[in-house]
């Protein structure tokens, strides 16, 4: 078997192939070639492949990953975490590398799931052990006072007695409205000279 070179190791090779998707770079001193996909060409997007790299080229790549597939050793590589002048490791702990295998995660798809009426309102608050919401809605301050619904009954009564209310306050904001009057014109009065 060929001398392949390790996981993370850094590399100078020429471009085989230049595909839609990538390009082929052949490994030194081996016979395999590895994958430089698109989006490990560059920090910024690539379209098209062709546009960065040319058949024949010489590009300083890193081995990021080995996976047999039916049989065959697949060989991924990426530029970007090269610097292509030196040859030097822009990414020496793999914290790049790592982030982009978390960004190809599938997330589940949760859409199928519906939540029905029902299970929103025999839920019990954690906070204030009312049923009907969640804790992250309540409105109840820690050590507050608790609310509760009003019976229809007292509802009314409530209602009645905040129209009772209403005439009361409007009924002393009528008489400050006529003082308030009453005061204006005795200013005017006096203001006015006398012949």
Known sequence: MEALPELYAIFQGEV???T???????????R????????????????????????????????????MKDDKLKLSLSMKVVNQGTGKDLD????????DERK???FRDF???????????????????????????CFVQPGGTKYSLIPEEEEEEGAAAGCEREKKSSLADDSSKKRKKKKKKKKKHKKQPRD
């Open 111 to 137: 859409t199928s799931q519906k939540i029905t009426l029902e299970a929103v309102l025999n839920t019990v608050c954690k906070k204030c052990g009312c049923k009907g919401h969640f804790a992250k809605e």
């Open 16 to 18: 085989a192939t230049v």
């Open 32 to 67: 395999k070639q590895g994958l430089v996909h698109r989006t490990h060409m560059s920090s910024c997007r690539v379209d098209k492949p062709s546009e960065i790299v040319d058949v024949g080229d010489k590009v300083w790549v890193k081995l990021i990953g080995k996976e």
């Open 92 to 99: 020496p702990n793999n914290v790049s590398l790592d982030q």
């Open 20 to 30: 839609e998707y990538g390009a082929f770079i052949k490994i030194p001193g081996c």
């Open 104 to 106: 190809k995660r599938t």
